[in-house]
């Protein structure tokens, strides 16, 4: 009986994860590249505050196998940032919560390469974000990195 509970649950789980990876995508897809340099050096800064937090996410197969229920941990920060009024923020957490889930549930993994392709329309613009970030709040985000798609994602 509990391998039929488990089961139930994850299929649940699944189908909700992919619901919120296509609402994710659906976004991503309607803004201009512009908007997607935003979002792509949000990603890049929060995965190298991760990073120097002590959280290794230059491999997030890796990641995943030692650390299997970080996702949630992420999904609760995205809430926390929704909560907290800070949708730019929400909107890059997202980003590595689908891609966290992805490697996880391999189902999932055509949405995330999906999200991160579109991420890619953003290249040329994440220097201006990050001066236009600097130049409205004072904050300097940190785009080390922002030009990687994390290899897991990357379609050839």
Not at 38 to 62: C, F, K, P, S, Y
Request: avoid cysteine; hydrophobic fraction near 45%.
């Amino acid at each position: 009986m509990p391998g039929l509970v488990q089961s139930m649950m994850g299929g649940w789980a699944s189908r909700r994860y992919r619901k919120e990876a296509e609402k994710h995508l659906a976004h991503l897809r309607q803004l201009d590249n512009e908007s997607i340099g935003l979002v792509l050096a949000i990603v890049a800064h929060q995965r190298n505050a991760l990073i120097n937090e002590g959280t290794d996410m230059r491999d997030l197969t890796a990641l995943v196998q030692a650390e299997p229920m970080y996702q949630h941990s992420v999904a609760n920060a995205v809430n926390a940032l929704i909560k907290s009024k800070r949708p730019h923020d929400a909107l890059g957490m997202q980003v590595w919560m689908h891609s966290l889930r992805a490697i996880a549930d391999p189902n999932l993994m055509p949405f995330a390469i999906s999200i991160w392709r579109e991420l890619a329309r953003g290249k040329r613009h994440v220097a201006k974000a990050r001066t236009l970030v600097k130049s409205e709040t004072g904050f300097e985000l940190d785009i080390n990195m922002a030009q990687e798609i994390p290899p897991e994602f990357a379609d050839g």
